[in-house]
Structure formats: structure tokens, C-alpha cells
């Protein structure tokens, strides 16, 4: 029901667009975030956005680098990425919740699968 596109292999100071295509309706009533796992590590919270997009949230690590917005039109969500570093290497998962409170504790109500970044130095 969320499907994650735009992954790849860039270099250390470059950019990415990740975006999530969501089935779920109707997409203007959930909540959604994105969230990365590094190898070996555990999945953490990167990002999440209200229902009207008037409201974002960062993890502290991305802030001033990366951006969600979403276009409920087109039933996506995107993470743009700038200043990318090595340490972002992870896979990218999006995911749909209830609540905001909810997306940013890790229990939303639907995950998506993975897009995997790689960043060079």
C-alpha cells in the first residue's frame, strides 16, 4: 500500500528524492513519515509530516538537510535529501499512521518497503 521509489548511489554534499506512493485512502487522512536502518542497526525516525503538510518533524541528525513535503493530489510523499552524507546510508522505509504521535514513536499503522541510499565519501 506504500510503495518507496528514488534510492541510489550518490556521492558525499549530493542530492535525492525519495517518494512514496501511497494506495491507502483517502492518503489526506494519514499522518506519514519516513524512517532509515543503517546495516546492523535499528531502524530509526527520520521524518514525518501532518495531513495538510502544515506540519513537519526532523530527527535532529537531518535537520537543515532534508525536507517532507507531500502532494495529497497525487497520493505521495516525498524526502528530499541535500548535504548528504555517509553516515545517511541506510535504507529508507515510509510509513502511514493515525497520529503524528504515533509515526514518531516507530508504531505507525502501515510500513512501506525499503529504498536503499548509498552515500560515497
Known amino acids: 500500500q506504500l510503495q518507496a521509489s528514488g534510492g541510489g548511489l550518490v556521492q558525499a554534499g549530493g542530492s535525492l528524492r525519495l517518494s512514496c506512493a501511497a494506495s491507502?485512502?483517502?492518503?489526506?487522512?494519514?499522518?506519514m513519515g519516513w524512517f532509515r536502518q543503517a546495516p546492523g542497526k535499528e531502524r530509526k525516525f527520520v521524518s514525518a509530516i501532518s495531513r495538510s503538510g502544515g506540519s513537519t518533524y526532523y530527527a535532529d541528525s537531518v535537520k537543515g538537510r532534508f525536507t517532507i513535503s507531500r502532494d495529497n493530489a497525487k497520493n505521495t510523499v516525498y524526502l528530499q535529501m541535500n548535504s548528504l552524507k555517509p553516515e545517511d546510508t541506510a535504507v529508507y522505509y515510509c510509513?502511514?499512521?493515525?497520529?503524528?504521535?504515533?509515526?514518531?514513536?516507530?508504531?505507525?499503522?502501515?510500513w512501506g518497503q525499503g529504498t536503499l541510499v548509498t552515500v560515497s565519501s
Open positions: 491507502l485512502r483517502p492518503f489526506s487522512s494519514y499522518r
Open positions: 510509513a502511514a499512521g493515525d497520529s503524528i504521535a504515533g509515526v514518531t514513536a516507530m508504531r505507525p499503522a502501515y
